[in-house]
């Protein structure tokens, strides 16, 4: 427990954000750096190539806001029907 710093918290935090959006310039701006390279060394820690979604439909707004504010991304509309996922 008393090995646990300031950085450790800044590493698990840019660690998650990559695991739930893979895009390395959302973490750049997140983590406030100034160099890609700061970042970069934050993708090599999780497999973000896992194909293991929570997959939720919708058909109205209510159910829309619902999964957004879960953290869904939205994927497609198929027969009036939103389709949303999320990495497990």
């Given amino acids: 427990m008393l090995q646990i710093t300031f950085h450790?918290?800044?590493h698990w935090k840019a660690?998650?954000?990559?695991h739930k959006n893979p895009d390395i310039l959302h973490v750049k701006k997140i983590m406030g750096h100034k160099s890609i390279h700061s970042t970069m060394m934050?993708?090599?820690?999780i497999d973000?190539?896992?194909d293991e979604y929570i997959v939720k439909v919708s058909s109205s707004f209510k159910e829309d806001a619902k999964y957004i504010?879960?953290?869904?991304?939205?994927?497609?509309?198929?027969?009036?029907?939103?389709?949303?996922r999320k990495r497990k």
């Avoid at 660690?15 to 990559?18: A, N, P, R």
């Avoid at 934050?42 to 820690?45: G, I, R």
């Avoid at 504010?69 to 949303?84: L, N, Q």
């Fill in 15 to 18: 660690t998650s954000e990559y």
């Fill in 69 to 84: 504010e879960a953290g869904f991304e939205y994927v497609t509309d198929r027969d009036g029907i939103k389709i949303y």
């Fill in 48 to 50: 973000v190539h896992d």
């Fill in 42 to 45: 934050y993708t090599q820690l």
């Fill in 8 to 10: 450790t918290f800044r």
